[in-house]
């Protein structure tokens, strides 16, 4: 059973940034992808970013340029540096894992709050 805990979340002015950071525990296959998904009010959970245990990187076309995603496999935590911050940008920030290649095995953290207002 995995489990992820995400941390970083807050309130920025406009064109601020955030760091969000998430740890896992019980991880068992090497072979992963973690990643980053929102949900706004009103809207459908969405992609924003995601990494291979290999590093290959993922971005959605409405970040791209602004966040940066990363990892650390050693303390099996995933990074999304977060800059150039917009109003759109507001959403619950939701962790995920899950193994590669094996549809059906995605786990999610509990969600942070980010809030880009001025």
């Known amino acids: 059973q995995v489990q992820l805990v995400e941390s970083g979340g807050g309130l920025v002015q406009p064109g601020g940034s955030l760091t969000l950071s998430c740890v896992a525990s019980?991880?068992?296959?090497?072979?992963?992808?973690m990643g980053w998904y929102r949900q706004a009010p009103g809207k459908e959970r969405e992609l924003v970013a995601t990494i291979t245990n290999d590093g290959r990187t993922n971005y959605d076309d409405s970040v791209k340029g602004r966040f940066t995603i990363s990892r650390n496999d050693a303390k099996n935590t995933v990074n999304l540096q977060m800059n150039s911050l917009k109003p759109d940008d507001t959403a619950v920030y939701y962790c995920?894992?899950?193994?590669?290649?094996?549809?059906?095995?995605?786990?999610w953290g509990q969600g942070t709050q980010v809030t880009v207002s001025s």
């Open positions: 995920n894992w899950k193994r590669r290649f094996v549809p059906g095995t995605d786990y």
């Open positions: 019980g991880v068992r296959f090497s072979s992963n992808v």
